[in-house]
């Protein structure tokens, strides 16, 4: 066999400290726009219209933050998780300069942690992948952990090392853009009347939509992405896998839990931090996904008084409605339904 073939890293490749620069350069498109938009119907109107975003001092409608995240995230894979059992969490993620049509992005990662775990078989790397446009500024900036198969139990195992991560990212550290008018936003446009004075902490928002998962969308969204991970794409291989069919990649899932939050948090027209994520349980074609959403934190935003900072947790269930909000028991142990818990901070008008 050619030794020009890659087969991706093993759990025992890794090295703690170790930097890979990413390949390959994406240029984002208004084609990867529109298809984005096909696949999860998501109406927040800054990303939406040109002439809106322009009104309140954006260049044109900025991509979409989770397509900006997926795109980097995507260019991560095929040197971090191409032999990954399952993507675990995220932390201390910003969302910082926005990226228009047209912008190309690359990224990096190093290597912050590495764990074996007990059975002798796979285990956890902790990664920092920063992505950053043709100008080498930052656009978005993310820890993961993933679990990774070793390609021989026997090899030896790092030292651990558990990097200390932050429960979230604090009002000061959020990259909030402090040259908006947010005298412009028009909410009449923008399909809610709702402003950050509206929201209080603990309140709890049923978004009430379901989303069905296509075999063929989530197939299609993971190739947007450039996400190669096997266990998305190869029934062959996957039929004799865990779960006996490909599962749907993670990122899909927080997609469409963020389209759907749109009814209820229509003018969370930014998303400026993630705090961290679990994929609680995988997503099959065919489930049916439901959101809801609890406001855990309000925050002013420095620098920008038109400006209010939310840190919300939104909880996708599968194949259950949000009546009654399902998350967790006495014991910590998440209902059955539960298969994303995302705590994300973002941005919204305030009075002005």
């Not at 080498?136 to 990774?148: K, P, Q, S």
């Not at 298969?339 to 994300?344: E, G, H, N």
Request: proline share 5%; hydrophobic share 40%.
């Amino acid at each position: 066999m050619s030794d020009k073939i890659g087969t991706g890293n093993f759990f025992e490749d890794f090295q703690l400290g170790q930097v890979i620069e990413h390949a390959t350069p994406r240029t984002v498109t208004e084609g990867d726009v529109a298809l984005y938009c096909a696949l999860y119907g998501s109406r927040f109107a800054v990303q939406s219209g040109d002439s809106f975003a322009m009104d309140i001092g954006y260049e044109a409608a900025p991509i979409d933050d989770l397509l900006v995240f997926h795109v980097v995230f995507g260019k991560s894979v095929p040197d971090i998780s191409l032999n990954a059992v399952a993507n675990l969490g995220y932390a201390n993620g910003r969302m910082v300069a926005p990226v228009y049509a047209g912008d190309t992005l690359t990224a990096r990662s190093e290597v912050i942690g590495l764990k074996e775990n007990s059975n002798g078989k796979n285990g956890v790397v902790y990664v920092h992948t920063v992505g950053e446009n043709q100008k080498g500024e930052i656009v978005a900036d993310f820890v993961r952990w993933v679990m990774v198969n070793k390609k021989d139990p026997a090899n030896p195992a790092p030292e651990a090392v558990v990097p200390e991560l932050p429960k979230s990212v604090t009002a000061e550290h959020l990259a909030a853009p402090t040259d908006l008018n947010m005298k412009e936003y028009n909410f009449t446009l923008a399909g809610s009347p709702y402003v950050w004075e509206d929201y209080e902490t603990g309140e709890k928002i049923d978004h009430v939509d379901g989303f069905t998962v296509e075999e063929a969308e989530h197939a299609l969204a993971t190739r947007l992405y450039q996400n190669t991970a096997r266990v998305h794409f190869n029934q062959h291989t996957e039929k004799d896998g865990r779960f006996g069919k490909r599962i749907v990649y993670g990122g899909h899932v927080i997609s469409i839990c963020r389209s759907i939050t749109f009814n209820g948090l229509g003018n969370a027209f930014k998303i400026a931090a993630i705090n961290g994520g679990r994929h609680v349980s995988p997503i099959f074609a065919g489930n049916t996904v439901y959101a809801w959403t609890e406001v855990l934190d309000k925050m002013e935003v420095p620098g920008h008084p038109g400006i209010g900072a939310l840190r919300l947790r939104t909880v996708g269930l599968k194949d259950q409605n949000a009546e009654g909000f399902p998350y967790k028991d006495e014991e910590g142990k998440y209902d059955p339904a539960v298969v994303l818990d995302f705590d994300y901070t973002i941005l919204m008008p305030r009075k002005v």
